[in-house]
Structure formats: structure tokens, C-alpha cells
């Protein structure tokens, strides 16, 4: 049985480019507390809170309840769930979860693959952060979910497999004239720009092609809080930031300052972010409402 293919295979019920990462997260979840014990059970009654703050952190505005993962994941044949009646889930109701006392774990075959084949377990965590989240959240996701992630290759999934288009970075930083889009940061050390990354506004991992209309050159830190949902890009190419951001340094409060100025560039004669790739990114990923814009 390949079980990078079938851990690749998650993305399968996810449709029109609808963020739906409840089992890859559960599954995260799952690979991690196999790594501090491998023959332990996951109580639904006992980490109920902790996937609900993975999904309320990681997931889209429209949250789910932990259920619904805990008992459909069932069905990718990677989990299993067992109650004080014996095996099988009662289904996604939170209150049967809870007083059957129900309890899931990787399943036997799995749990013996990953037995045998340590590495396993950080090549099936690297399709699932790749798969479903840009790349970066994938340190802090690791740290969320407690996983030490082994430094392993994921190999070659299938014939028809996306490849990145290497050349993504310096084209979108050279349509943008190596500035941040949002607060026009341009350091150097020397001819070499720091801290400047090509941002996907639709993520490559919900089929975002590497094009210059998908493509942001972004800060470091405004980079994280777009692919967080702090910032977006509204109508008029302007700058949104959530009213869930919240923050008193002066540098929180500069974030708070970009609501409603215009995004900068890109130089004259490239074409700017394509409405469909903003309205993605703002259904998909922005958090909650936009702030008013702010008067200086």
C-alpha cells in the first residue's frame, strides 16, 4: 500500500478551490501524538478543544466542527474510530462523540508501516503541509501540532504532479521593482535584496498557477500575515487587514495603518492581480471583516 499516495489522495473531497483542511489537519494531529505514543488512543472528549483551535487558526472563516474530521476521515483509510460499543464512529454529532466516549488512532496498517519505516512518517507530513498550506506556515503548523518533522524527501507522488516554476521569485520581485507591495520595504545587503518573498494570492496549493497575476512581492512579515488572513487585497487593488488583528507595539499598529491605502506597483506594462485570484484569497483565506480604512 503507498501511503504517501493515499495521504495526497485528502485533497480529493475538496472542490472549486473551496479551502476545506479539516482532515489534514486531524491527520497532522494524528501523526504527531503517534510520534510521543504510538499505541495511544485520541479521546474525541479530551482533544476536542485542541483541533478546534486548529481549525479555527488554520481553517476558513466558515469553521467546522472538530467532528465532522474525526469521523469522515474514517473513510480514507488511514483512521479509525472506536466507541465503548466497539468499533466504527457514532457519526458527526459532537454530544454522540462525547458520551459513547469515542476514541481514534491511525489504523493498525498504518501505525505498523510507520513502525518499520520511521522516515515514513516525515515524508507523509511534508505532502500534507505541501498539499494544503503555503509554505510559510509550515514551521509554526509543526510547532501547533507538536510534530518534530524529520528532514526526509517526499519523492515523486505521481506521474501528474504540479512542479513550482523556479523562476516564480525573480519574476514577480522584478515586476515589483524588489518592494513590498503593502509597506514598501526594499532592504539590501549590497545588490541582494533581504527579507523580500514572491507571495502566491491564490495558493499554489489550491491549484494558484505561478503567474505573474497570482504572484505579490511581499516583506518577510506581511508575506505571514497575508497567508494568515490578517491582510488582503479588496476592491480597487487596496490593502484590507482584519478587524481580528489586534496589537499595541508601534509595529502591530504600522499593519493597522495599511487598511485601505492602494497596493504599490506593479511597474507599468505588467498585469496587476487578477480579480479572481483577490476573490479566492479573500473568501478562502481572509479572517473576518475588513477594518475601515485609516485617515492620517
Request: charged letters at 30%.
Given at each position: 500500500m503507498d501511503w504517501i499516495e493515499r495521504t495526497a489522495q485528502l485533497r480529493q473531497w475538496t472542490r472549486s478551490g473551496v479551502r476545506a483542511p479539516h482532515k489534514p489537519l486531524l491527520f497532522l494531529y494524528a501523526l504527531s501524538r503517534f510520534q510521543q505514543d504510538a499505541d495511544g488512543e485520541l479521546r474525541y472528549s479530551a482533544v476536542?478543544?485542541?483541533?478546534?483551535r486548529l481549525l479555527a487558526e488554520y481553517?476558513?472563516?466558515?469553521?467546522?466542527?472538530p467532528a465532522y474530521p474525526f469521523h469522515h476521515l474514517v473513510s480514507d483509510g488511514v483512521w479509525e474510530v472506536r466507541t465503548e460499543r466497539g468499533t466504527g464512529s457514532p457519526g458527526?454529532?459532537?454530544?454522540?462523540?462525547?458520551?459513547?466516549?469515542?476514541?481514534?488512532?491511525?489504523?493498525p496498517d498504518l501505525r505498523a508501516a510507520l513502525r518499520r519505516e520511521p522516515s515514513l512518517l516525515g515524508r507523509m507530513t511534508r505532502v500534507l503541509l505541501d498539499l494544503n498550506f503555503p509554505p510559510s506556515l509550515h514551521g509554526e503548523l509543526c510547532e501547533a501540532v507538536d510534530l518534530e518533522l524529520e528532514e526526509a524527501e517526499t519523492g515523486r507522488l505521481s506521474a501528474a504532479r504540479r512542479q513550482r516554476d523556479r523562476r516564480m521569485r525573480k519574476i514577480v520581485l522584478t515586476a515589483y521593482e524588489y518592494q513590498c507591495a503593502f509597506c514598501g520595504y526594499d532592504g539590501r545587503i549590497g545588490a541582494v535584496p533581504v527579507g523580500l518573498e514572491a507571495a502566491h494570492v491564490r495558493w499554489w496549493a489550491f491549484d494558484g498557477p505561478d503567474d505573474i497575476d497570482n504572484g505579490l512581492c511581499l516583506c518577510s512579515?506581511?508575506?505571514?500575515?497575508?497567508?494568515?488572513?490578517?491582510?488582503?487585497?479588496?476592491?480597487g487593488h487596496r490593502i484590507l487587514v482584519s478587524q481580528s488583528f489586534v496589537g499595541r507595539s508601534a509595529a502591530a499598529r504600522d499593519v493597522i495603518t495599511l487598511a485601505g491605502r492602494p497596493v504599490i506597483g506593479p511597474q507599468p506594462g505588467v498585469r496587476p492581480i487578477a480579480a479572481a485570484h483577490r476573490s479566492w484569497h479573500t473568501s478562502q483565506v481572509f479572517h473576518g471583516s475588513p477594518r475601515p480604512a485609516v485617515t492620517v
Open positions: 476536542e478543544q485542541d483541533l478546534r481553517g476558513p472563516g466558515n469553521r467546522t466542527t458527526t454529532g459532537v454530544r454522540e462523540l462525547r458520551a459513547t466516549g469515542a476514541a481514534g488512532r491511525l489504523t512579515l506581511h508575506h505571514k500575515l497575508f497567508d494568515k488572513g490578517v491582510l488582503g487585497i479588496g476592491d
